[in-house]
């Protein structure tokens, strides 16, 4: 067998244990990137004169998949102040929307771009 076979067979099992611990790593940086994101949002929603009281509406859900992995964060309506926290966010033909929806995100998005450069740096050293 040559060497240029058995480097890429090397470089191949490199490669599967990269991945066989990518996926947590990854999801665990998107975890505390929507804990970060919703501390944020109950922050902004405690300090409104008029929605304080939709702070506690504030939840996440985890919809991970084989190849994705993905936070949904936001008011829930099913919970007390769940609507409110709706309208500071979207509003209502009467008024509201005050609420950046965006802002938690932009805040966060650096960290999780940093975090996610430096597990790529640390599996390219695996390599």
Known sequence: MSDGVEGLREFAASIERV????????????????????????????????????AGSITFE???????IRRELGPDKSRPGGALGNIYYFGTSR????GDIEK??????PRLIGAIQDLVAKWAGQL
């Open 19 to 54: 991945t066989e611990g990518a996926y947590d790593e990854v999801d665990a940086v998107m975890f505390k990137g929507a804990m970060n994101m919703k501390r944020e949002m109950v922050a902004d929603l405690s300090g409104s004169t008029h929605f304080k009281g939709a």
């Open 62 to 68: 985890q919809h991970n998949t084989k190849n994705v």
């Open 95 to 98: 008024g509201g929307g005050s």
């Open 104 to 109: 938690p995100i932009n805040s966060e998005a």
